[in-house]
């Protein structure tokens, strides 16, 4: 068997670091996991932290980090990933990025590669005020690059597609300006350490598989 990966996908939202995700996932055999979907989830459910987290997000604030913590900690010491794992969406800011560093640690661990898809900012408006999603399964369209087969309507569980609250212009400049302040300066410390690989986020989708293959080896 080859030897378990550990990926780190960061980048500002929008950007298609999910979309790249799942790609890996399929080639490798690796489980994603996406803190935004697992949060969304907490907050369907009405869990106590969905009922905290559930403001954070419509406002395009980034969830306390105790709580985001606990929630990937979690996740991480499940028997599922012996193979390695992708966080999608972890961390997102200084503590974060400490306490994945201390988990890693903890158990014998290590990071293989931070993938960090780029996109400028006017695209990323562009993009996620066209996204539609599945508030069931998850999935996501782009109304102009991919659409649904019909519309409106999820092709995989064909649940009603939605704008996420967070998606709204108004958001989006809140979520980029957060993206600013606390995550990105954690670029500069997964470059140091040598793990970083840039990716343009508007690469075409059907040379992306391509793409990736020749990152990750
Ligand atoms: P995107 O990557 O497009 O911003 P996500 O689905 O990853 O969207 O995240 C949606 C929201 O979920 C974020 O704006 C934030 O409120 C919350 N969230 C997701 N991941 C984290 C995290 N690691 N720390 C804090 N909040 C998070």
Redesign the pocket.
């Known amino acids: 068997m080859s030897r378990p990966l550990r990926i780190v996908m960061l980048g500002p939202?929008?950007s298609g670091?999910g979309t790249r995700a799942h790609i890996i996932s399929e080639l490798y055999g690796i489980p994603v996991i996406t803190?935004?979907d697992m949060?969304r989830e907490a907050v369907a459910k009405g869990t106590e932290y969905g009922k905290i987290a559930g403001g954070?997000?419509s406002r395009?604030?980034?969830?306390p980090d105790e709580i985001?913590n606990g929630v990937v900690g979690e996740r991480l010491s499940m028997s599922d990933l012996e193979n390695g794992f992708i966080l999608d969406?972890?961390?997102?800011?200084a503590p974060?990025a400490e306490f994945l560093d201390s988990f890693l640690e903890e158990h014998g661990l290590k990071l293989d590669h931070v993938i960090y898809v780029t996109l400028d900012d006017e695209a990323i408006v562009k993009r996620l005020s066209n996204r539609r999603s599945c508030p069931s399964c998850g999935e996501v369209y782009h109304l102009v690059s991919m659409p649904p087969k019909k519309e409106g309507v999820c092709d995989k569980c064909g649940s009603e597609l939605v704008l996420r609250d967070?998606d709204r212009p108004s958001v989006i400049r809140n979520?980029l300006e957060v993206y600013r302040e606390k995550t990105q300066p954690l670029l500069k410390k997964y470059r140091d350490k040598g793990l970083m690989r840039e990716v343009p986020g508007d690469y075409p989708l059907d040379q992306l598989q391509e793409q990736l293959k020749r990152i990750l080896g």
């Open positions: 939202p929008g670091k803190t935004g949060l954070y997000m395009g604030e980034l969830v985001v969406g972890f961390p997102r800011s974060q967070d979520r």
